[in-house]
């Protein structure tokens, strides 16, 4: 027996379909045949016609109503497949998977274990640190001899030169102020430098030399010492080298500083050299027939020429003083 609506096959007695849910129990619809059309009437034959008399009407056959389209019946629907049922194949696949991940991991995690127990058992023999020295042993005749104590290291400086050395250049040492063969005092600057210090060296213990001492340095430093003399021509060049230094540094007011008259009116006792001056260095020194005043030739090096000059240097009551410049 087929369901009458969706045309699935049903169990006998079933009286509602499986599929559907339509009564199986209702008759299915019986097509319908076309209802044959009336024979045709026949028609009685006029009668004659009288003159001036017309004819009746004659009867017409009645027309048949017309018959409603029979419904055809839909084709039965096929019932929609049931879904599919899981079966054991994909369950064993999968466990099939989890086993191999699982001993895959098992294996990577017991190498990396096994890895690490051998290199802690068996260090790398390149590796000192690892590698244990041998004890030492000591024989009898070792244990009463004694290890010689390593040679002190100097405090200081073999010489004192080697102490100054190592603070600046030894170009720099003008003149020694001082020296008692324990404490020697170096009068000391760069070259072309107003600016003068006195370094004190001092021996050691242990017959070295260390540098310990620095102040700056100044005329009455000398005075002070009675084992050095300061002599008109001594201060008569320091007072040209001070007088020099300014004018290439741009100093102008401090070189008019160490000029009297006349050269102090001179506007070149006040002048720049605009960094045309690269250096200087004195030639010669000479006291004069009066006892006091000082000549002191240098020869300046300028960019365009090396020049040479003398410049007169009178005592007055704060030093010795620039009082005239020629050429030499």
Sequence with gaps: MYCPKCGVQQAEGNAFCGSCGAALNA??????????????????????????????????APMAPPQAPTPIPAPPMAAPAPPPVPTSAGKTIFLTFMSVVLVAGIAVGGYFAWDTYLNEEDPDPTDSSAVSAPAETSSPADEGIAEPEPAAEPIGWTTPEDALAEQMPLEWVYDTLS??????????????????????????????????????YELEDIDADPGYTLTPIDEAEFTVELFITAVAEDRADDAHAWTISPFSEDPASASFSNGDLLGFAPVDSQIQADGTTVWVTVDEDWVWDVERYVYVCVPTADGYRISDVFPG
């Design 27 to 60: 008759a299915p619809p019986q097509p319908t045949s076309p209802t044959p059309p009336d024979p045709p009437q026949p028609t009685p034959p006029a009668p004659p016609a009288t003159p001036g008399i017309p004819a009746p009407p004659q009867p017409t």
């Design 179 to 216: 020296d008692d063969g324990e404490i020697i005092e170096y009068i000391i600057g760069p070259p072309n430098s107003e600016y003068l210090d006195v370094v004190v060296v001092a021996r050691q213990p242990d017959d070295s030399w260390l540098v310990e001492d620095a102040y700056p």
